[in-house]
T-cell receptor
Framework: SQTIHQWPATLVQPVGSPLSLECTVE??????LYWYRQAAGRGLQLLFY??????ISSEVPQNLSASRPQDRQFILSSKKLLLSDSGFYLC????????????FGQGTRLTVV | AQSVTQLGSHVSVSEGALVLLRCNYS??????LFWYVQYPNQGLQLLLK??????LVKGINGFEAEFKKSETSFHLTKPSAHMRDAAEYFC????????????FGAGTRLFVKA
């Protein structure tokens, strides 16, 4: 069966520090991968998605970047964090059919101080 | 383009009462619709999905949803609320453009009173 791992679960970082969040998927090949952010009391905002190795699409301009160095690995990064980067970050994967559902990791709670 | 709108950011029911969470969709083609649940500080979990096979879809934990094309709705219901149902619920639709993306509604937080 497929599983998705996301770490760390919580992270407190000072303003201006770098960020690296990692997500890996097991049990499937060539998944579509997604990074979402969920601000307090708000819905899910799609940040990035990837349909293949090295292929990254950005949905919103921001202080973050994403990379997909391997088929089942998706990384969210920042060179210098801002206070506004605080939030709950979720990684998800989905198959290549429109009627399939997305599967989510457990999320990372990022607090920038 | 596909989109969903959830009516009501907060819904409060008594334990044992009917749960009704509203979702309306916008799509020029038959949509693929989903309901997810999120417990505090966790990822989202699929409750059920509509893929045009049947208009009444049964999901996990006693939830079900009915696809009504005439009303462009996909409301989530449960006959009898339980305390453990307290969570945030998201309606979603598959974006049929590139990337196989999922578009989420703003979410509805369900409170269950004892």
């Amino acid at each position: 069966s497929q599983t998705i791992h996301q770490w760390p679960a919580t992270l407190v970082q000072p303003v201006g520090s770098p960020l690296s969040l990692e997500c890996t998927v097991e049990g499937t090949s060539n998944p579509n991968l997604y990074w979402y952010r969920q601000a307090a009391g708000r819905g899910l905002q799609l940040l990035f998605y990837s349909v293949g190795i090295g292929q990254i699409s950005s949905e919103v301009p921001q202080n973050l970047s994403a990379s997909r160095p391997q088929d089942r690995q998706f990384i969210l990064s920042s060179k210098k964090l801002l206070l506004s980067d605080s939030g709950f970050y979720l990684c998800a994967w989905k198959g290549t059919l429109h009627y399939t559902e997305a599967f989510f990791g457990q999320g990372t709670r990022l607090t920038v101080v | 383009a596909q989109s969903v709108t959830q009516l009501g950011s907060h819904v409060s029911v008594s334990e044992g009462a009917l749960v009704l969470l509203r979702c309306n969709y916008s799509s020029s083609v038959p949509p693929y619709l989903f309901w997810y649940v999120q417990y505090p500080n966790q990822g989202l979990q699929l409750l059920l999905k509509y893929t045009s096979a049947a208009t009444l879809v049964k999901g996990i934990n006693g939830f079900e949803a009915e696809f009504k094309k005439s009303e462009t709705s996909f409301h989530l219901t449960k006959p009898s609320a339980h305390m453990r149902d307290a969570a945030e619920y998201f309606c979603a639709v598959s974006d049929l453009t590139g990337g196989f993306k999922t578009i989420f509604g703003a979410g509805t937080r369900l409170f269950v009173k004892a």
